[in-house]
């Protein structure tokens, strides 16, 4: 009698440990909550025509992809993806081709996020949010050369056309 309740006691407690590690595991690796920057954006801004591209989570990435055009030629772009581990969600930006630099996930509201390296040159911080008018906007913001220093973008939703 006392064995088996020692067994069902070290099952029991088993199950809970799984329990607990699956759904903290679920909640770091969950992407859904960034679906909303998902699709076509496109703007704007100082006679630039600018285009991002985010696809859907799924297997736990997002891809993305930003251009800009200026004058009829591309003069910037940039490969993205947002990849969720079990330890964290981390965003990845490799402008105009270059290794990719890694920012973690320090901030997830409904539809804002803040990923963050502290340690890497500039930008410090990348920040994407959804306005009131279903405007994507988003901004990297740090210091350089010792002073604040930000850029900042707006996109609206666009029709397909990668």
Same mark, same amino acid.
């Given at each position: 009698m006392h @064995?088996? !309740?020692v067994?069902?006691?070290?099952v029991?407690?088993?199950?809970?440990?799984?329990?607990?590690? &699956?759904?903290?595991q679920?909640?770091?690796?969950? *992407? @859904?909550?960034?679906?909303w #920057?998902?699709? %076509?954006?496109?703007g704007?801004?100082?006679?630039?025509e #600018?285009? +991002?591209?985010?696809?859907?989570? $799924?297997? %736990?990435? #997002? *891809?993305?992809l930003h251009r800009?055009?200026?004058?009829g030629r591309?003069?910037?772009? =940039?490969?993205?993806?947002? =990849?969720?581990?079990p +330890?964290?969600?981390?965003?990845?930006?490799?402008?105009?081709?270059?290794?990719?630099?890694?920012f973690? *996930?320090?901030?997830?509201k +409904? $539809?804002r /996020? /803040?990923f963050?390296n502290?340690k890497h040159d500039?930008?410090q911080?990348?920040?994407?949010?959804l306005?009131?008018d279903? &405007? *994507?906007h988003? $901004?990297?913001?740090? @210091?350089?050369n010792? $002073?604040? &220093?930000a850029? +900042?973008?707006?996109? !609206?939703?666009a029709?397909?056309?990668?």
């Open positions: @064995t088996s !309740r067994v069902i006691a070290i029991f407690m088993v199950l809970i440990g799984f329990s607990v590690h &699956a759904r903290a679920a909640t770091v690796t969950d *992407l @859904t909550g960034l679906a #920057m998902a699709g %076509n954006w496109s704007v801004q100082g006679g630039v #600018m285009e +991002e591209f985010w696809q859907t989570p $799924k297997g %736990n990435t #997002m *891809l993305g800009d055009v200026a004058r591309t003069v910037s772009f =940039e490969f993205l993806r947002i =990849e969720a581990t +330890e964290a969600i981390i965003y990845w930006a490799s402008p105009r081709g270059r290794p990719a630099t890694p973690r *996930l320090i901030e997830q +409904e $539809k /996020v /803040v963050e502290a500039f930008p911080r990348v920040i994407y949010w306005g009131d279903g &405007a *994507l988003a $901004k990297i913001e740090g @210091t350089m010792g $002073k604040p &220093a850029e +900042e973008w707006t996109w !609206r939703r029709a397909a056309g990668y």
